[in-house]
């Protein structure tokens, strides 16, 4: 078995590899390859459906529960500020620079090491399964989701984003919905009484002032907001619809179906979600993973932003090396020293989980 320090190594060198590989969203087919390659170098035997790759434990045993590790090698686009290129790995004062190297390369390839690490391990109280996934950035069809139906059960998981290595324990789901006011249309000089314009005034202050009942400990109340209004192309006709978009930010005491039924109680209009599958999730702060953190002096806390967690129906621990603020900023870069302390910490604490 490989010491820690040669995992660490090979790690930041197959993180060099990605950044310098374009895979955006959808077009990830290169970024896959690397990673295929680095379970042949390691002697893993391994699967891919579209660009999602995933291997189990050596010792895979069908009556043991089933752990996951999971991050993504997709990125989005580099935004107009770079002042590097974004597809060059650049070290520079002990920060690694490049699009992906912080959301979310460092958390992949330190999972990647740390199945490496106990892969050969032939007691262990779980089963692991790694898998590297597409899409996550667009939330698309082919990402994780699509692996789910190859995949035992899963017991539990550890999705790699970044969170300076803090236990993000809940992650607020999310819930878009098409809202469509119908109305008459009309020239403008002439009374109308079922503008739907205005219809949509008591329905947006509904939205902004409506409050849902359970507030979760960890991720505070939900929280809707009109980002959206569209409704007319002329001055003088008033128009037969008006659309809005809401985005709705759902804690963990509700799934979207709840949140979807409650607003289609309260309002008169047509309502649309645009995706069901994107809910809340959460683990115990008395799980085995959370307790094997806080014992190594991590703390706990919620997070807002959204990851492949929410296409998981098991308890589910966000951690990773990086920090969020860099995600999808100008010069994207991750530090070194975060890699080689996430390696670290991600093998300590599944070393006092299995311990438990």
């Not at 955006?24 to 660009?51: C, G, M, V, Y």
């Not at 900023?329 to 006092?352: C, H, P, R, V, W």
């Amino acid at each position: 078995m490989k010491n820690i320090q040669t995992l660490t190594q090979e790690a930041i060198s197959l993180l060099k590899a990605l950044i310098e590989t374009p895979s955006f969203s959808s077009e990830e087919d290169q970024t896959a390859l690397l990673i295929e390659n680095w379970f042949k170098q390691n002697n893993i035997p391994f699967e891919r459906e579209n660009n999602n790759v995933w291997a189990y434990n050596k010792n895979f045993d069908k009556s043991k529960p089933t752990l996951l590790l999971n991050s993504h090698h997709d990125t989005v686009k580099p935004n107009q500020g770079y002042t590097n290129n974004p597809f060059e790995a650049i070290v520079k004062d002990g920060k690694l620079f490049g699009l992906g190297s912080n959301d979310a390369g460092g958390c992949l390839v330190s999972l990647l090491a740390t199945f490496v690490h106990f892969y050969w391990d032939e007691n262990l109280p779980y089963n692991i399964v790694m898998v590297a996934s597409a899409e996550e950035e667009s939330s698309g069809k082919n990402g994780l989701n699509s692996v789910l139906k190859h995949l035992p059960t899963l017991d539990c998981a550890i999705v790699g984003e970044p969170t300076l290595m803090q236990l993000a324990v809940a992650e607020k789901g999310l819930l878009v919905l098409d809202v469509i006011l119908k109305g008459t249309a009309s020239h403008a000089a002439h009374h109308n009484p079922d503008n739907p314009i205005y219809k949509a005034i008591p329905i947006m202050e509904w939205f902004n002032s409506y409050q849902f009942e359970k507030i979760s400990a960890v991720l505070g109340p939900v929280k809707m907001t009109v980002t959206q209004v569209s409704a007319g192309k002329q001055h003088n006709v008033v128009p037969a619809e008006c659309h809005l978009v809401v985005d709705i930010r759902v804690n963990d005491c509700y799934n979207n179906q709840e949140i979807l039924d409650t607003v289609r109680k309260h309002l008169t209009a047509e309502i649309n979600p645009r995706s069901m599958i994107l809910n809340a999730s959460s683990i115990s702060v008395t799980h085995g993973l959370v307790k094997a953190g806080i014992t190594l002096g991590r703390t706990t806390y919620g997070s807002p932003t959204l990851s492949d967690q929410s296409v998981l129906s098991c308890q589910s621990l966000k951690l990773g090396p990086g920090e969020t603020l860099r995600s999808h900023s100008a010069d994207e870069f991750i530090f070194i020293n975060e890699i080689e302390e996430g390696i670290q910490l991600y093998i300590k604490i599944l070393t006092d989980f299995f311990k438990q």
